[in-house]
């Protein structure tokens, strides 16, 4: 049987130098991600942005870019992810609304912080400080780049 990849959405929210993080249990482990998810069926890239990270931070926010696209073999489980990275941002916390199951708390780090949890093995994977790196070097694409058919 062929195994297709996985196709995620991730997005990058920063605030005053801080950047939006998710503590999430993963395989028995405890990690630090972007808020991120899988793509629904049916669904654009950007509504899976927008979703996901409301649904994993509380947070709504409002796409702004394309950070860009990347592909990641998993060691641990041999799946290959296909990740949309967004630049978006934050409009309105809603503080009282539940997160998802596997969410521990959504968190507020800087990049010395963030490059801390690299070194210490807690981030989910490399894509978490890639995406932040390209995002502060300045890499954007237009989402007029997307197109829902």
Partial sequence: MQKLPH???AVIVEQDGRFLLVQERDAGRIVYNQPAGHLDNGESLLQATVRETREETAWEVIPTALVGLYTYHAP????TYVRACFAATALRHH???PLDADI???TW????EIRELEAS???RSPLV???IQDYLAGQRAPLELLHDL
Avoid: S
């Avoid at 641990?76 to 799946?79: K, P, W």
């Fill in 7 to 9: 196709a995620t959405v």
């Fill in 76 to 79: 641990q489980n041999g799946i």
């Fill in 95 to 97: 503080p009282d609304e």
């Fill in 104 to 106: 521990l708390a959504a």
């Fill in 109 to 112: 780090k800087t990049l010395a």
């Fill in 121 to 123: 093995g807690e981030l």
């Fill in 129 to 131: 400080l890639r995406c």
